[in-house]
């Protein structure tokens, strides 16, 4: 085996006008440069590739790095930097991260092979963009500090405890049909405005960065010209609603809708 291999990161148009210089510049995975690999004669494909160390993709250290969320991080950071600047300029179809080839004619045997659906799944991507969608649930009694037992007012200790946690009950409660009020809403604005759905599990335990409890995680892929009004929709979708946040990330490249056989690229804002 080579000491390198080649790393893919997405399928573009190739004739796109200023492709070739907007990555003059972009560092990918492993700190290495980034460039295109056309199908070949006659065709409209190109694959963004760059060369990796083989000794960390090659399967038996990639299933070991898999395990590192460290190295996972540092490439998915990478892996998505490219991804963006990229879509920047054109339609881009992700790959799933670290999909590697042992060299650029591989590469071009994949695009050749597959040439079809990835020109199915561009003419389908095009003029679009994704949006983030999530819901939190906050409800009030959670967020007000901890049970005091000794404000019993009268009642006993106990009675005042077990007051208290009835309360944060009530309101947890409230707070998850308000949650579910939010998530008919922005189906409801789905529906109406994006032209694709998709849902991803909600985040619990490290990928739960944000405070609250994240009941909904989805993505729409959107027009581009109707994407700013579906924004300002989604953000009101809580209005009048106690204890649930909307929260709207993006646009991003259409990863969620990218999905093709042997890929599965991950939204920029879900773990590896």
Same mark, same amino acid.
């Given at each position: 085996?080579?000491? +390198?291999?080649?790393?893919?990161?997405?399928?573009?148009?190739?004739?796109?006008?200023?492709?070739?210089?907007?990555?003059?510049?972009?560092?990918?995975?492993?700190?290495?440069?980034?460039?295109?690999?056309?199908?070949?004669?006659?065709?409209?494909?190109?694959?963004? &590739?760059?060369?990796?160390?083989?000794?960390? $993709?090659?399967?038996?250290? %990639?299933?070991?790095?898999? #395990?590192?969320?460290?190295?996972?991080?540092?490439?998915?950071?990478?892996?998505?930097?490219?991804?963006?600047?990229?879509?920047?300029?054109?339609?881009?179809? !992700?790959?799933?991260?670290?999909?590697?080839?042992?060299?650029?004619?591989?590469?071009?045997?994949?695009?050749?092979?597959?040439?079809?659906? $990835?020109?199915?799944?561009?003419?389908?991507?095009?003029? *679009?963009?994704?949006?983030? &969608?999530?819901?939190?649930?906050?409800?009030?009694?959670?967020?007000?500090?901890?049970?005091?037992?000794?404000?019993?007012?009268?009642?006993?200790?106990?009675?005042?405890?077990?007051?208290?946690?009835?309360?944060?009950?009530?309101?947890?409660?409230?707070? *998850?049909?308000?949650? *579910?009020?939010?998530?008919?809403?922005?189906? #409801?604005?789905?529906?109406?405005? +994006?032209?694709?759905?998709?849902? *991803?599990?909600?985040?619990?335990?490290?990928?739960?960065?944000?405070?609250?409890?994240? &009941?909904?995680?989805?993505?729409?892929?959107?027009?581009?010209?109707?994407?700013?009004? $579906?924004?300002?929709?989604? %953000?009101?979708?809580?209005?009048?609603?106690?204890?649930?946040? &909307?929260?709207?990330?993006? !646009?991003?490249?259409?990863?969620?809708?990218?999905?093709?056989?042997?890929?599965?690229?991950?939204? !920029?804002?879900?773990? !590896?």
């Amino acid at each position: 085996m080579s000491d +390198a291999v080649a790393y893919a990161y997405a399928v573009v148009r190739h004739d796109v006008e200023g492709l070739d210089e907007a990555l003059a510049d972009v560092v990918g995975v492993a700190g290495r440069p980034v460039h295109l690999v056309p199908q070949g004669p006659g065709s409209g494909l190109a694959a963004v &590739v760059s060369t990796v160390p083989a000794q960390d $993709f090659q399967e038996s250290a %990639l299933r070991r790095h898999l #395990e590192d969320l460290d190295w996972l991080e540092t490439v998915a950071r990478a892996h998505h930097t490219v991804i963006e600047r990229l879509s920047a300029h054109t339609t881009v179809l !992700p790959l799933r991260l670290a999909t590697v080839y042992l060299d650029e004619d591989r590469v071009r045997g994949a695009l050749r092979e597959d040439s079809e659906m $990835f020109t199915r799944a561009l003419d389908r991507l095009t003029g *679009h963009i994704e949006w983030g &969608v999530k819901i939190y649930v906050e409800p009030r009694a959670e967020t007000a500090g901890p049970v005091d037992p000794a404000a019993d007012d009268g009642l006993g200790v106990g009675r005042a405890y077990l007051r208290a946690r009835r309360a944060q009950r009530h309101s947890r409660d409230e707070a *998850h049909r308000a949650a *579910h009020q939010a998530a008919e809403r922005v189906e #409801e604005i789905g529906e109406a405005v +994006a032209v694709g759905h998709a849902r *991803h599990r909600v985040q619990q335990g490290q990928l739960a960065s944000e405070p609250g409890e994240n &009941v909904v995680n989805d993505a729409y892929l959107v027009a581009r010209e109707n994407a700013e009004a $579906f924004r300002a929709e989604i %953000l009101r979708a809580a209005e009048g609603l106690s204890g649930v946040r &909307v929260d709207v990330t993006g !646009p991003w490249a259409p990863y969620s809708f990218a999905t093709l056989p042997g890929t599965e690229p991950r939204a !920029p804002d879900q773990a !590896p």
